[in-house]
């Protein structure tokens, strides 16, 4: 069964101190691995999309990494504005066929 | 461009009332999703559309039916509400293939 798995559920950081998101993933046949960012009241927004183990992909303060079996993403010196909710989606043998977790929500303390 | 657009932004119904969400997308893509958040549980899958005249059942199609009324527009229809359909609604366009997709801001729906 596909399945994507993200921890910690809720992660709270002072400004500056730096952390990595987790994205655990099962699925026959990956085609790719994408990170949204979720503001409370508003739709994912799209940031990165990984398609092969090794892969990395970087923008401000955030950077993603995938390996076979799971995705991190790294935040550097992260701001508050930086917090929202961090989506991992999963695109599996069916290309209309997404597979999300249940995110985690970063909070960044000035 | 306005992306991906969604109507109404939120509604409150009482259970058995019938209600049609509307989507629309001005980014020309091919195929276009439902999707409802619930806490804890994530994006799940209701419906898509990979291409004009065609839809295709998700993860949570029971109480659904949906229509691609051309290649702009994909509305999301409850025949009679449940409060298990107490949910946000999230509509999404990518182009097939290898690609992101691109979202509304989503339809707060309470089923009373």
């Known amino acids: 069964e596909d399945q994507v798995t993200q921890s910690p559920e809720a992660l709270r950081l002072q400004e500056g101190e730096s952390s990595s998101l987790n994205c655990s993933y099962t699925?026959?046949?990956?085609?790719?691995l994408f990170w949204y960012r979720q503001d409370p009241g508003k739709g994912p927004e799209f940031l990165f999309t990984l398609y092969s183990a090794g892969e990395e992909k970087e923008k401000e303060r955030l950077k993603a990494t995938l390996t076979k079996k799971e995705s991190f993403l790294h935040i550097t010196a992260p701001k508050p504005e930086d917090s929202a909710t961090y989506l991992c989606?999963?695109?599996?043998?069916?290309?209309?066929?997404?597979?999300f977790g249940s995110g985690t929500k970063l909070n960044v303390k000035p | 461009n306005a992306g991906v657009t969604q109507t109404p932004k939120f509604q409150v119904l009482k259970t058995g009332q019938s209600m049609t969400l509307q989507c629309a997308q001005d980014?020309?893509?091919?195929?276009m999703y439902w999707y409802r958040q619930d806490p804890g549980m994530g994006l799940r899958l209701i419906y898509y559309s990979a291409s004009e005249g065609t839809t295709d059942k998700g993860e949570v199609p029971n109480g659904y039916n949906v229509s691609r009324l051309n290649k702009r527009e994909f509305s999301l229809r409850l025949e009679s509400a449940a409060p298990s359909q107490t949910s946000v609604y999230f509509c999404a366009s990518n182009e097939p293939g290898w690609h992101e997709q691109y979202f509304g801001p989503g339809t707060r729906l309470t089923v009373t």
């Open positions: 989606a999963v695109q599996a043998q069916n290309f209309n066929k997404f597979y």
């Open positions: 980014m020309n893509h091919n195929s």
């Open positions: 699925v026959s046949g990956l085609r790719g």
